[in-house]
């Protein structure tokens, strides 16, 4: 078992909808989550960055993490043609010499 | 302030040759790691160094592979008698310290003949 799992995809959305991305894990000992965006043959580039359970919102993304269910989200409203990406969830354990342990990555369309 | 800088971004090398890719932290960063990219997967964790040290080598393939990071001068990964397996795209991050962030480079994609 992989210790984090993502869906690749593909998935395709209208302009304006609101996009779900989710990924699971099993290490409980994971402190740190993150969210990725990829565009093709670009370095990840980090949009979300979160140490606690709950919500954290910014401008159209929100994450979401569930420690307790081992589940963390993003979400993307009012989606745009510029959001088709591959979104990599990330996450790394509060050490000293942490490294980040990715998903697969979803690949994201937004259809205009 | 510039961003993590990777060279060269693309580089073709024959079977047995040495690959070299080279990796320049943020300004600030003292932290650097590398990850490598197959076509289609995720970004699988290789070497994680500070300045003159080696944190963790846990995803570093046992043999051909190496990496520096001197105290002067880019981070190199070095990748002896390469061969077709090894093709992917090679990322740097770097960051200020190992609880925060990781900033990505751009990739040297590297394609093995």
């Known amino acids: 078992q992989k210790e984090v799992e993502q869906d690749p995809g593909p998935l395709s959305v209208p302009e304006g909808a609101i996009v779900s991305l989710n990924c699971t894990y099993s290490n409980s000992a994971f402190q740190y989550f993150m969210w990725y965006r990829q565009y093709s043959r670009k370095g990840p580039e980090l949009l979300m960055y979160?140490?606690?359970?709950g919500n954290k919102e910014d401008g159209r993304f929100t994450a979401q993490v569930d420690k307790s269910s081992k589940y963390i989200s993003l979400f993307i409203r009012d989606s745009q043609p510029s959001d088709s990406a591959t979104y990599l969830c990330a996450m790394k354990e509060y050490s000293s010499a942490s490294k980040i342990i990715f998903g697969s990555g979803t690949r994201l369309s937004i259809r205009p | 302030n510039a961003g993590v800088m990777q060279n060269p971004r693309h580089l073709v090398r024959r079977r047995g040759q040495e690959a070299r890719l080279r990796c320049s932290p943020m300004k600030g960063h003292s932290h650097v790691y590398w990850y490598r990219q197959l076509p289609e997967e995720g970004l699988k964790f290789m070497v994680y160094l500070q300045k003159e040290n080696i944190i963790d080598e846990s995803g570093m393939p046992k043999e051909r592979f190496s990496a520096e990071f001197p105290k002067e001068g880019p981070s190199i990964l070095r990748i002896q008698q390469v061969v077709r397996g090894d093709s992917a795209a090679y990322f740097c991050?770097?960051?200020?310290?190992?609880?925060?962030?990781?900033?990505f480079g751009p990739g040297t994609r590297l394609t093995v003949t």
């Open positions: 979160t140490y606690s359970s």
């Open positions: 991050a770097s960051s200020p310290g190992d609880e925060y962030e990781q900033y």
